[in-house]
Every structure is written in C-alpha cells, then in structure tokens.
C-alpha cells in the first residue's frame, strides 16, 4: 500500500556555558536530535535464509526523534579532563526489532517497527588522561534508568504487542593510544553493556574488544594500518 513521510523538520540546539574559574566551566545544552533507520531495516525484501525465521525490512519506518537536555561541569587539568552530565532525553518513534508468529503459515517472521516512546535520564562521566606523554586514555561510565513504553500493532491479521519496560543499567567504555618509537602506534578500546530492556525480552549483557596497529613510512609519506575487530568474538546478541 502507497504511505507518506513528512521529511521536513526542525532541529533547534542551545549551548549555554559559565567559565567560573580557568579549570572549571558549567554548561547547559538542549538539542533536537534524529537517528534514521539502516538500509537492512527498510528493505522489504524477505531474507530465507534461516528455516527457522524469515526477516525483512520496513520500508515505512520513520526516524527516531529525541530531545536531549544535559546539564555538565568540566574540570581541567594540565594533562587531564574530567565531564560530568546529568541528562534527561525523551525519544519518539524508537525502532525496535520484533518477532513474531504469522497465523496463516505458522512461520515464525522478524521484522522493524516504530514502537512506542521510551526515556533515558541518568549520569555520565568522562575522564581523559595523558600518561608519559606517549598514553592516552579516554574513560567513560553512563549510569541510566530506562523506560519503554508498551505498544500495541496489528501485523499480518494479528495483533503483536510488548509490556511497557523499565530498569536501571549502566555500560561504560575504555579507549588507549600509545605512540611506540619509529612510526608506531597502537589502539584498543574495550566496551562493557549491562543488561538492557528491549522490546520483546532483554538483551544479554556483553564485553567487547578492538584493536588496532599503524605504522608510518617515509616521514609518513606511507601509512600502513592493521585492525582486528571484535577481538574477544563476543559482539552477540
């Protein structure tokens, strides 16, 4: 069937800051903000590939809109930074994935939808060092309460629906450079995800591991770059 998108819209922001004293800043922000769907999410075409599932896209998906308002202080040093955020940021449209059974042919199906509304509000912390002139660290902790709405939608002559979810969790994240002598350096971050409401269940929490090796040659004339992602083979789901 023929649908419309209204893809005029208005994406306001204002940033606010204090400097009190040469080390530390106060800041306030808003924003609009807007995450669009993937190409896999809206190709319609049905992927049977698993006898199990069969998935497709949505080509009626709309972007997710959310307005982000933070509050930060920011503390300076000669060879460290310390941000600190508290946040309150609602979100629209939120794209999840859903599964469910078709009545007529008894498959089971997967797919995208625009299900409810859902708020994040929590703190956030971000520390960055210079070590030794030659290490820097990037540090990050967000701790949250999350809630999702619950939502109710007719799919192939039935109707698909999702309890209204709600937990705190956290995640936090590491990144470290180190510059080697003749031309090299070194990268590797590491994530951490708490467990996470979705939709129809939880998502598992999950450790994950990159790293990444560049070389330069001839006064940087030649660089030669290396990355093994997910080094610990454990981004699953």
Same mark, same amino acid.
């Given at each position: 069937? &023929?649908?419309?998108?209204?893809?005029?819209?208005?994406?306001?922001?204002?940033?606010?800051?204090?400097?009190?004293?040469?080390?530390?800043?106060?800041?306030?922000?808003? +924003?609009?903000?807007?995450?669009?769907?993937?190409?896999?999410?809206?190709?319609?075409?049905?992927? @049977?590939?698993?006898?199990?599932?069969?998935?497709?896209?949505?080509? !009626?998906?709309?972007?997710?809109?959310?307005?982000?308002?933070?509050?930060?202080?920011?503390? +300076?040093?000669?060879?460290?930074?310390?941000?600190?955020?508290?946040?309150?940021?609602?979100?629209?449209?939120?794209?999840?994935?859903?599964?469910?059974?078709?009545?007529?042919?008894?498959?089971?199906?997967?797919?995208?939808?625009?299900? &409810?509304?859902?708020?994040?509000?929590?703190?956030? &912390?971000?520390?960055?060092?210079?070590?030794?002139?030659?290490? %820097?660290?990037?540090?990050?902790?967000?701790?949250?309460?999350?809630?999702?709405?619950?939502?109710?939608? %007719?799919?192939?002559?039935?109707?698909?629906?999702?309890?209204? !979810?709600?937990?705190? @969790?956290?995640?936090?994240?590491?990144?470290?450079?180190?510059?080697?002598?003749?031309?090299?350096?070194?990268?590797?971050?590491?994530?951490?995800?708490?467990?996470?409401?979705?939709?129809?269940?939880?998502?598992?929490?999950?450790?994950?591991?990159?790293?990444?090796?560049?070389?330069?040659?001839?006064?940087?004339?030649?660089?030669?770059?290396?990355?093994?992602? %997910?080094?610990?083979?454990?981004?699953?789901?």
């Amino acid at each position: 069937p &023929a649908f419309k998108k209204n893809n005029f819209q208005l994406f306001p922001s204002v940033f606010l800051s204090y400097q009190m004293t040469k080390k530390d800043q106060f800041q306030l922000n808003y +924003t609009r903000r807007l995450r669009r769907p993937w190409g896999g999410q809206l190709n319609s075409f049905k992927n @049977t590939s698993d006898a199990s599932i069969i998935s497709y896209g949505n080509p !009626e998906l709309t972007p997710e809109y959310s307005h982000s308002l933070s509050f930060n202080y920011l503390r +300076t040093w000669t060879e460290h930074s310390l941000l600190v955020s508290a946040y309150y940021r609602p979100t629209s449209d939120v794209i999840q994935r859903i599964n469910y059974q078709n009545s007529s042919d008894g498959l089971m199906y997967q797919t995208n939808l625009n299900v &409810a509304k859902n708020l994040s509000t929590g703190l956030e &912390a971000t520390l960055q060092d210079k070590l030794f002139r030659i290490l %820097d660290l990037t540090t990050n902790v967000n701790a949250y309460y999350y809630k999702l709405n619950g939502f109710h939608y %007719d799919m192939d002559g039935q109707t698909i629906s999702g309890t209204g !979810e709600h937990n705190f @969790t956290w995640n936090a994240r590491m990144m470290a450079s180190l510059i080697l002598p003749y031309g090299i350096s070194l990268q590797t971050s590491a994530r951490y995800r708490n467990r996470e409401s979705i939709a129809q269940g939880y998502r598992k929490p999950n450790v994950t591991m990159d790293f990444g090796l560049r070389k330069n040659f001839f006064d940087k004339a030649l660089v030669l770059s290396v990355s093994c992602r %997910d080094l610990l083979n454990s981004r699953k789901f």
